[in-house]
């Protein structure tokens, strides 16, 4: 096959989602030249990926803050490139506009249309594991999948002195916490959220077995983690806003278990092979949890849940499909895996 673009824009979860296809790709074309575009929020997902030749990153406000002028120098750079094949993981009709001034004779998408010559019904997406929905983009050329585990390489971090010695003093008893999240630069859903309370609540009963917690999250979760932190004391650690994409993972990998709200995280602790609970509101964990031993989701009963999918999130002014998810059922998931452990 010639040289091939795959294209997913957003958010870092979704693209992490899009790697088992990657790796299905350069299994079935060894020596194909195989890329991607992403956007610069998300491309933390592909950092290190062994299956692909180069990535192409495009500012997240050229995509999402109307300054769609930024796109021309990167599509005429992606034209001279003189792709083969463009897979594009989403239905949305600009992102397949996009792969079609790029040029490429087949062009692989979800919703058929004339900008496609490959289309799938979109409904797979609301019907189907993520990593199960993109893999039909596959099937439609003939290539065969290779399962929806999704790859990732981690990287050490550089430990301050303080993180180190928690690492060394919770060593085999440590429980990571993503207590934020729900935000990217497209869409932000505080709904997602389980709530600080919460998660303090969840920490205390564990903490009566002698763990201790390191806190996960970007500088947008580092407010929310503090206020954690101080109501932990010295069993909890916050490492928000300080590590990469791929020093996160390699943190995760020293827990015993990872509790989150449903956002990248989530992906990234299974993919990382970390025994994880996640709590689901408003989106749904049918689409999104993976059928595996060491991974467990607790999803809302709520009527209205779940009411998140693909689109831009309607608003919720109270979220009570995180009310119906209480300490003990989240507890009760965390005592089995770590039994299991």
Same mark, same amino acid.
């Given at each position: 096959?010639?040289?091939?673009?795959?294209?997913?824009?957003?958010?870092?979860?979704?693209v *992490? $989602?899009?790697?088992?296809?990657?790796?299905?790709?350069?299994?079935r074309f060894p020596? @194909?030249?195989?890329?991607y575009?992403?956007s610069? =929020?998300?491309?933390g997902a592909?950092? +290190? !990926?062994?299956y692909?030749?180069?990535?192409?990153?495009?500012?997240?406000?050229?995509?999402?803050?109307?300054?769609?002028?930024k796109?021309?120098?990167l599509l005429?750079?992606?034209?001279?490139?003189r792709?083969?094949?463009?897979?594009?993981?989403s239905?949305?009709?600009?992102?397949?506009? $996009?792969?079609w001034?790029?040029?490429?004779?087949?062009?692989?998408?979800?919703?058929? #249309?004339? *900008?496609? &010559?490959?289309?799938?019904?979109?409904?797979?997406?609301?019907?189907?594991?993520?990593?199960?929905?993109?893999? &039909?983009?596959?099937? @439609? $050329?003939?290539?065969?999948?290779?399962?929806?585990?999704p790859?990732?390489?981690?990287?050490?971090?550089?430990?301050s002195?303080?993180?180190r010695?928690?690492?060394?003093?919770?060593?085999?008893?440590?429980?990571?916490?993503?207590?934020? +999240?729900g935000?990217?630069?497209?869409? &932000?859903?505080?709904?997602?959220? =389980? +709530?600080?309370? !919460?998660?303090?609540?969840?920490a205390e009963?564990?903490?009566?077995q #002698?763990?201790?917690?390191?806190?996960?999250?970007?500088?947008?979760d580092?407010a929310? !983690?503090?206020?954690?932190?101080?109501? *932990?004391?010295?069993?909890?650690?916050d490492?928000?806003?300080?590590?990469?994409?791929?020093?996160?993972g390699?943190?995760?990998?020293?827990?015993?278990?990872?509790?989150?709200?449903?956002?990248?995280?989530?992906?990234? @602790?299974?993919?990382?092979?970390?025994?994880?609970?996640?709590?689901?509101?408003?989106?749904?964990?049918?689409?999104?949890?993976?059928?595996?031993?060491?991974?467990?989701?607790?999803?809302? +009963?709520?009527?209205?849940?779940?009411?998140?999918?693909?689109?831009?999130?309607?608003?919720?002014?109270?979220?009570?499909c995180?009310?119906t998810?209480?300490v003990?059922?989240?507890? !009760?998931?965390?005592? &089995?895996l $770590?039994?299991?452990?």
């Amino acid at each position: 096959m010639d040289a091939i673009l795959l294209i997913k824009t957003h958010a870092l979860g979704d693209v *992490l $989602l899009t790697t088992p296809a990657i790796r299905a790709l350069r299994k079935r074309f060894p020596e @194909a030249k195989i890329c991607y575009l992403t956007s610069r =929020w998300a491309s933390g997902a592909l950092a +290190g !990926n062994p299956y692909l030749d180069d990535l192409f990153i495009v500012d997240d406000d050229a995509l999402f803050g109307g300054r769609y002028y930024k796109l021309v120098p990167l599509l005429l750079r992606l034209r001279k490139q003189r792709f083969g094949t463009i897979i594009v993981f989403s239905a949305s009709r600009f992102v397949h506009f $996009l792969a079609w001034c790029i040029g490429a004779p087949v062009r692989a998408g979800f919703d058929p #249309g004339p *900008l496609l &010559t490959h289309g799938v019904e979109s409904a797979v997406l609301q019907r189907d594991y993520a990593p199960a929905a993109y893999n &039909t983009l596959l099937h @439609a $050329l003939s290539v065969p999948d290779d399962g929806t585990l999704p790859d990732f390489r981690t990287r050490e971090p550089v430990c301050s002195p303080e993180l180190r010695r928690f690492l060394e003093r919770y060593r085999g008893r440590m429980i990571g916490l993503f207590c934020g +999240g729900g935000r990217n630069p497209r869409d &932000t859903v505080s709904a997602k959220q =389980w +709530g600080k309370e !919460n998660f303090i609540a969840l920490a205390e009963r564990l903490r009566e077995q #002698g763990y201790g917690f390191l806190l996960f999250g970007s500088r947008h979760d580092a407010a929310l !983690n503090r206020e954690i932190a101080e109501r *932990l004391g010295d069993s909890a650690f916050d490492g928000s806003g300080q590590h990469e994409f791929a020093e996160t993972g390699h943190l995760m990998k020293q827990c015993r278990l990872f509790v989150t709200n449903d956002s990248a995280p989530f992906h990234l @602790a299974y993919a990382v092979g970390v025994p994880t609970v996640c709590i689901f509101g408003p989106s749904s964990a049918a689409l999104l949890a993976p059928e595996l031993p060491f991974c467990s989701a607790v999803q809302s +009963g709520a009527e209205c849940s779940p009411c998140y999918g693909n689109a831009l999130f309607h608003g919720c002014s109270r979220p009570v499909c995180m009310e119906t998810i209480t300490v003990d059922m989240v507890y !009760n998931e965390c005592f &089995t895996l $770590l039994a299991a452990a």
